[in-house]
């Protein structure tokens, strides 16, 4: 099944925060997904792909075709923005903004009770004030960091 979904994203730039459109493709079935993403700055069509069914890979892949000073600001990329360890759908993050998360099983804690999992639960494209980025000093549970080759 191809599904196309346009979403407001916003990148980080040296001129400050500046909100543009993503294109996301993405096929999915029971054996495999795979996913485009087609994003505009500046007058350049930046394009990446990815297999990875959270699409972490391709927004990785996507923010590593930026220019060296613009980065993805959004909760796929915030140190507050982590998975459920027992199954996030595409297009998902969890916000654990006011905890703090030092392994996965400290998510998990957090999302046993399915209304605070409605009130975490966040695009993966969305961002807001408390946004930070995320880095190797703070524990995630997000593979994000691990597909963005250029910070490792």
């Known amino acids: 099944m191809n599904k196309n979904i346009e979403k407001t994203i916003c990148l980080q730039t040296p001129s400050g925060d500046v909100l ?5 493709q993405f096929q999915e079935n029971e054996i495999s997904s795979h996913v485009v993403l087609q994003l ?3 007058e350049h069509t930046y394009i990446s792909q990815g297999t ?4 972490m890979d391709a927004f990785a892949a996507l923010e590593e075709q930026l220019p060296n000073n613009v980065k993805l600001k959004c909760c796929l990329t915030c140190r507050h923005g ?4 027992v199954g996030t759908p595409p297009d998902t993050i969890y916000c654990m903004e006011d905890v703090l998360i030092s392994e996965k099983y400290d998510v998990l804690t957090y999302l046993v009770d399915r209304e605070e999992d409605d009130t975490r639960k966040r695009s993966s494209t969305y961002f807001c004030p408390k946004y930070q980025k995320q880095c190797k000093d703070f524990y995630t549970y997000n593979d994000y960091l691990y597909h963005l080759k250029k910070e490792l």
Not at 52 to 55: A, M, P, Q, R
Not at 82 to 85: D, G, H, R, S, V
């Open 52 to 55: 990875d069914y959270l699409w």
């Open 82 to 85: 982590n998975l459920c360890p």
């Open 40 to 42: 505009n700055y500046q």
């Open 20 to 24: 543009t459109s993503i294109l996301i």
